[in-house]
């Protein structure tokens, strides 16, 4: 019993002395430091869109048949002028038939009373002669004159009906020529809508055959940009996006116009902001969805450190030089000789993700701490960071 009894009592001695050792051990605090770097903060909007032709034009019909022959197709690059299509004719020659007959018939109408009228004429002249040496009674004249009166309304009369046969014939064989459906502009068939065999109708609405994309080397992102952010887009700013075919690539553009017109999409209200790219490569097509960021301010070239930096506050605080004595009032904690320093900054722009130092005693090189940990947990949010261990 007695040795049990001294066995308990060396045992709680041990037990206290560790609990004593482990109680008032200092803890290892743990530092996860950023470089303090040179270059560009932009403070950005963020919008989503869709990728599209600086010009499409969009090739109807203005006459209704049936499709014989179809020259073009998708990606065909087309030329001003060139067939793209040919409606069938037919209907449209025989209309132009019958419009030059009857033109020919209201010629030869007129051609027939003009000579009716230079024969009342001569009547005329011959009837005043006469009346003249009184060898014609007085209603002899007058029926001579009427007749030449009549003779050469008749005439003006077939020379209206000449000219509005002219007319008529001319819309037909404009309505003839619609049956070749030409390319406006030079570009590439982006899209098709017929086949061949295939009867279209140009009742009310001209149909759609073909879209047209002008040049597709030059693109367009129709960015939509919510109106609490449209204050930020204005003409000029430099723009990035991505596009899910290409998620490694970043393409940069600029903000071509900000368009007025409200959208509305279930009582949200977004603006058309136009962002400009480049397509030399044509890897950009029609339809992309993309998501792009507006610079709304930007400045290149700064002293800039981490955001995080400014958020961390450490729970042992080395010394404060001048921290909060800046007008921007903003603290960074910077790592020099394994102690913890606060440094007061003045701060410009910040993206989020850094923050513009415009005065304060940080350079380039600087180690600022954003995170901490103790005896060895990871930091909050710090996966693999940069550490330096002080024992306080």
């Known amino acids: 019993m007695r040795r049990i009894a001294v066995g308990a009592g060396a045992l709680m001695l041990i037990m206290g002395g560790a609990g004593w050792y482990f109680g008032h051990r200092a ?8 470089p303090v770097t040179r270059g560009d903060v932009a403070t950005t909007i ?6 599209n032709p600086v010009v499409t034009v969009q090739v109807g019909t203005y006459v209704s048949g049936t499709i014989i022959d179809l020259p073009c197709d998708y990606n065909t690059q087309v030329h001003k002028g060139q067939l793209c299509a040919k409606i069938d004719p037919a209907p449209y020659q025989i209309i132009v038939d019958e419009d030059q007959a009857q ?7 007129m051609a027939k ?10 009547s005329r002249q011959r009837a005043e002669v006469l009346w003249t040496q009184d060898s014609t009674s007085h209603d002899a004249l007058d029926a001579a004159r009427n007749a030449d009166i009549q003779a050469q309304a008749l005439v003006r009369l077939d020379a209206a009906q000449v000219a509005e046969k002219a007319a008529v014939l001319k819309a037909a064989q404009i309505n003839l020529n619609y049956t070749n459906i030409i390319s406006p502009v030079d570009g590439t068939v982006v899209s098709r809508a017929v086949t061949a065999g295939q009867t ?15 040049d597709l080397t030059r693109m367009q992102v129709d960015a939509n940009v919510s109106e609490s952010d449209i204050a930020g887009a204005k003409p000029g700013a430099t723009a990035t996006f991505t596009v899910d075919a290409f998620p490694g690539h ?15 999409v279930q009582n949200v209200i977004t603006y058309d902001v136009v962002i400009a790219v480049d397509n030399s490569a044509l890897m950009l097509k029609p339809g992309m969805t993309a998501t792009a960021r507006i610079a709304t301010a930007q400045a290149l070239g700064v002293v800039r450190v981490p955001s995080a930096a400014l958020r961390f506050t450490p729970t042992v605080k080395g010394p404060d030089k001048g921290a909060g004595k800046h007008g921007a009032g903003h603290t960074v904690w910077v ?22 130092i415009r005065s304060g005693d940080v350079k380039p090189g600087d180690a600022v701490i954003v995170g901490q940990s103790t005896d060895g947990s990871a930091p909050v949010g710090m996966k693999k960071p940069a550490t330096a261990t002080l024992r306080l």
């Open 335 to 356: 790592l020099r000789d394994g102690q913890p320093i606060a440094v007061a900054v003045s701060v410009g722009l910040n993206d989020d993700s850094f923050a513009e």
């Open 103 to 109: 033109l020919t018939t209201a010629r030869a109408q």
């Open 46 to 51: 963020t919008a989503s869109g869709t990728v």
């Open 200 to 214: 279209v109708a140009a009742s009310l609405a001209t149909p759609t055959l073909f879209l047209i994309a002008r």
């Open 27 to 34: 803890p290892v605090v743990r530092y996860a430091t950023a």
């Open 250 to 264: 970043t393409f940069h553009g600029i903000v071509a116009q900000v368009r007025q017109a409200p959208v509305s």
């Open 113 to 122: 009373d003009a000579a009716n009228a230079t024969y009342t004429a001569v």
